[in-house]
T-cell receptor, first 112, second 113 residues
């Protein structure tokens, strides 16, 4: 079963616009991570936010975490065509925080 | 430095055959993970190694699937009596220790005819 569920499933925007993706999960977590995947192959880690953090920034990325609502959001500002990819949130499978459970992902398309 | 590598990149086999998929993690990473990803889905956890031992194999779907990591570095995922439902991209990841950011390989696309 999948812990995280991303919303929306697909998102199409123009270059320069912001993109917001949301993730909901079911059980308590140690941390939540966001990954990007191009062309259905290897995933690239974007950002990790711990359960005691509420917001984190990395370049054009901003991630928020609301543990009371069991939800997270990923904001990509000033999007570029190169941001076109699938984005997944991932949470801990177990209390040791080792293996991850991924959602189905949001497919982002940025057109120039 | 070198990232996680997986071989082969593509594997086509017939139903009932045996396959082995190889993963070379980043040097020095003690944790290694296998995931499986079907079309339109997120990766699904299969097994996690800490060093040479399988610390968590709860994601293996059945006893046709087996993985080893005999020297704590390279890992091999073995699938016996393959079925068409095993077709997927098999992803390997490693991390310096258990937990935290994982570094993924490019995956092996397995097609069972």
């Amino acid at each position: 079963s999948q812990q995280g569920e991303e919303d929306p499933q697909a998102l199409s925007i123009q270059e320069g616009e912001n993109a917001t993706m949301n993730c909901s999960y079911k059980t308590s977590i140690n941390n939540l991570q966001w990954y990007r995947q191009n062309s259905g192959r290897g995933l690239v880690h974007l950002i990790l936010i711990r359960s005691n953090e509420r917001e984190k920034h990395s370049g054009r990325l901003r991630v928020t975490l609301d543990t009371s609502k069991k939800s997270s959001s990923l904001l990509i500002t000033a999007s570029r065509a190169a941001d076109t990819a699938s984005y997944f949130c991932a949470t801990d499978l177990n209390q040791a925080g080792t293996a991850l459970i991924f959602g189905k992902g949001t497919t982002l398309s940025v057109s120039s | 430095g070198a990232g996680v590598s997986q071989t082969p990149s593509n594997k086509v086999t017939e139903k009932g055959k045996y396959v082995e998929l190889r993963c070379d993690p980043i040097s020095g990473h003690t944790a290694l993970y296998w995931y499986r990803q079907s079309l339109g889905q997120g990766p699904e956890f299969l097994i996690y190694f800490q060093g040479t031992g399988a610390a968590d194999d709860s994601g293996l779907p059945n006893d046709r699937f087996f993985a080893v990591r005999p020297e704590g570095s390279v890992s091999t995922l073995k699938i016996q009596r393959t079925e068409r439902g095993d077709s997927a991209v098999y992803l390997c990841a490693s991390s310096p220790f258990g937990g935290g950011e994982q570094f993924f390989g490019p995956g092996t696309r397995l097609t069972v005819l």
